[in-house]
């Protein structure tokens, strides 16, 4: 206790203050998707504008499911490019396009500033029985990819999939077709999300004894809703720990205790995925800041 000038008293000789200063450089992109009406549209780029100080190296924006949203994804994009420093990287797909169209709409982003895409084949178009090219388009995305590269020095990420695409034959088919998008010209391959640590790892050691050299960044899936989530895992065909349901049981009207274990669930993710080397991120953040931001914050990613 002390009479006279309050003293600072020193810091706990647990805490090292050198700690944020030595980590790893972390790099983080951020995933949109265009809103559907003006409530969230506000709510989008309410997020942008928090998440945007983080510096992320790209931000993309999503087509729909089936392409449908395209006039929606170009109208978000060209708004980043107008109203923010952040570099968008817009999702292109083969559904429901010619080559032509799908040409026209590469060569308006590149004309209009964008030199980042995200290309993928898409998902099957609604009440249809699974996948059909369109007639005049693009079978696949490493087709996809290769029309890319004509029309420009376009930085190009792809998708891969730590649990293998549904419709993939077999883990291996899986794996050379993401070696021929990266070989057609994809500078990098974001994965579809998942929860078990460990196959991600595995799939990354999968990768490197093929020779595969691109980037591979994990994507993250921050819980907002159960419910959601589930259905998302079951269309992509990703596991989910019967541990990790467990912890949400009964939370159906708290969403507070929700947020709360939905960040830690998220944070003990990437802390793992840092301490296994992984040094860049891919958010999909549906259009909310909190969860991502959180997680930024406890990765070392500051404004």
Avoid at 136 to 161: K, N
Avoid at 272 to 286: A, I, K, M, Q, S
Wanted: hydrophobic residues 40%; proline residues 6%.
């Amino acid at each position: 206790m002390n009479d006279g000038e309050p003293t600072s008293a020193p810091a706990p000789a647990h805490i090292d203050s050198g700690f944020a200063r030595r980590r790893r450089a972390i790099a983080v992109s951020f995933e949109f998707f265009p809103p559907g009406d003006a409530q969230m549209e506000q709510t989008l780029w309410q997020s942008v504008e928090r998440l945007a100080p983080l510096r992320p190296r790209f931000v993309s924006v999503t087509y729909g499911a089936d392409g449908s949203t395209r006039e929606r994804t170009h109208h978000v994009v060209k708004r980043v490019l107008r109203e923010t420093a952040l570099t968008p990287a817009p999702h292109l797909t083969c559904v429901g396009a010619s080559r032509e169209s799908v040409l026209e709409t590469a060569r308006d982003y590149w004309n209009s500033g964008v030199r980042h895409i995200v290309a993928l084949r898409g998902d099957p178009q609604q009440g249809s029985a699974g996948y059909q090219p369109h007639p005049g388009g693009y079978a696949h995305a490493v087709d996809l990819v290769r029309a890319l590269r004509c029309v420009g020095d376009f930085d190009i990420s792809v998708a891969a999939y730590p649990e293998k695409h549904p419709e993939a034959a077999d883990a291996q088919a899986d794996l050379d077709n993401l070696k021929a998008k990266l070989d057609a010209g994809a500078s990098r391959a974001i994965t579809q999300f998942f929860f078990d640590t460990s196959v991600f790892l595995r799939f990354r050691d999968r990768c490197a004894a093929s020779g595969l050299r691109a980037g591979l960044v994990p994507g993250i899936l921050p819980i907002t809703r159960l419910p959601q989530m589930l259905r998302f895992a079951e269309r992509c065909g990703t596991r989910v720990p019967a541990a990790l349901c467990a912890r949400f049981a009964g939370l159906e009207d708290d969403a507070d205790t929700r947020r709360l274990i939905a960040a830690a669930v998220a944070i003990a993710q990437v802390e793992e995925l840092e301490r296994e080397g992984v040094d860049e991120f891919h958010f999909y953040t549906l259009n909310r800041a909190d969860l991502t931001y959180a997680i930024c914050h406890a990765l070392g990613v500051r404004s």
